[in-house]
């Protein structure tokens, strides 16, 4: 089993849609979590940070439910520069990342 | 300011030739992280670098690949005797003393 989980997709949605992506992570200890970006044939970048409490950043949100050991990632009103691969990425010790396989986002017009 | 650079952008290079790859990280920055992307996929770890030592190795596939870092700063990713599989993007991160890394756009590594 990969230590973070989540569906490649693609997920294909019209542009204004709302699109929610699920993660599972199997190290009850992790400590941080986070969602990249990966634009295609570009490098990750940091979209955000996953707190316990939920967080917003403009028109993305990002949860974390422990106890499921679950982080969600919800795009609101999709714009179509919102086409790109989203990494769930957790923090288990020290700086180490462990990066899941990425769910790949297409938005239409 | 200055992110994180790697060179070459791009390298073709024949089955059993050595390569080797380049990374600059942000200055400042005391974490280096390799990694590698092949087509489609996710990021695999490669070796990680705190100062001048890697505590971490476990990702280095072969002992075709080493890597080192000199004076805390620049770090050179060198693949002995490449094989077909090898052929991936390479990329580099650095972070300070926090996960949140800043990558660098990468090598294209192709072996034929």
Same mark, same amino acid.
């Given at each position: 089993?990969?230590?973070?989980?989540?569906?490649?997709?693609?997920?294909?949605?019209?542009?204004?849609?709302?699109?929610?992506?699920?993660?599972?992570?199997?190290?009850?200890?992790?400590?941080?979590?986070?969602?990249?970006?990966?634009?295609?044939?570009?490098?990750?970048?940091? *979209?955000?940070?996953?707190?316990? @409490?939920?967080?917003?950043?403009?028109?993305? #949100?990002?949860?974390?439910?422990?106890?499921?050991?679950?982080?969600? *990632? *919800?795009?609101?009103?999709?714009?179509?520069?919102? @086409?790109?691969?989203?990494?769930?990425?957790?923090?288990?010790?020290?700086?180490?990342?462990?990066?899941?396989?990425? #769910?790949?986002?297409?938005?239409?017009? | 300011?200055?992110?994180? !650079? +790697? !060179?070459?952008?791009?390298?073709?290079?024949?089955?059993?030739?050595?390569?080797?790859? %380049?990374?600059?990280?942000?200055?400042?920055?005391?974490?280096?992280?390799?990694?590698?992307?092949?087509?489609?996929?996710?990021?695999?770890?490669?070796?990680?670098?705190?100062?001048?030592?890697?505590?971490?190795?476990?990702?280095?596939?072969?002992? %075709?690949?080493?890597?080192? %870092?000199?004076?805390? !700063?620049?770090?050179?990713?060198?693949?002995?005797?490449?094989? +077909?599989?090898?052929?991936?993007?390479?990329?580099?991160?650095? !972070?300070?003393?926090?996960?949140?890394?800043?990558?660098?756009?990468?090598? %294209?590594?192709?072996?034929?």
């Amino acid at each position: 089993r990969k230590e973070v989980e989540q569906d490649p997709g693609p997920f294909n949605v019209p542009e204004g849609a709302t699109v929610a992506f699920n993660c599972t992570y199997s190290n009850s200890a992790s400590q941080s979590f986070f969602w990249y970006r990966q634009d295609c044939r570009k490098e990750p970048k940091l *979209l955000m940070s996953v707190y316990s @409490s939920g967080n917003e950043d403009g028109r993305f #949100t990002a949860q974390l439910n422990r106890a499921s050991q679950y982080i969600s *990632l *919800l795009i609101r009103d999709s714009k179509l520069s919102d @086409s790109a691969t989203y990494l769930c990425v957790v923090n288990n010790a020290g700086n180490m990342l462990t990066f899941g396989g990425g #769910t790949r986002l297409m938005v239409k017009p | 300011g200055a992110g994180v !650079s +790697q !060179s070459p952008s791009n390298k073709v290079t024949e089955k059993g030739k050595d390569v080797e790859l %380049r990374c600059d990280p942000i200055s400042g920055h005391t974490a280096l992280y390799w990694y590698r992307q092949s087509l489609g996929q996710g990021l695999e770890f490669l070796i990680y670098f705190q100062g001048n030592s890697a505590p971490d190795k476990s990702g280095l596939p072969s002992d %075709r690949f080493s890597a080192e %870092r000199t004076g805390g !700063s620049v770090s050179t990713l060198t693949i002995q005797r490449t094989q +077909q599989e090898d052929s991936a993007v390479y990329l580099c991160a650095s !972070s300070l003393a926090d996960p949140n890394q800043f990558f660098g756009p990468g090598t %294209r590594l192709t072996v034929l």
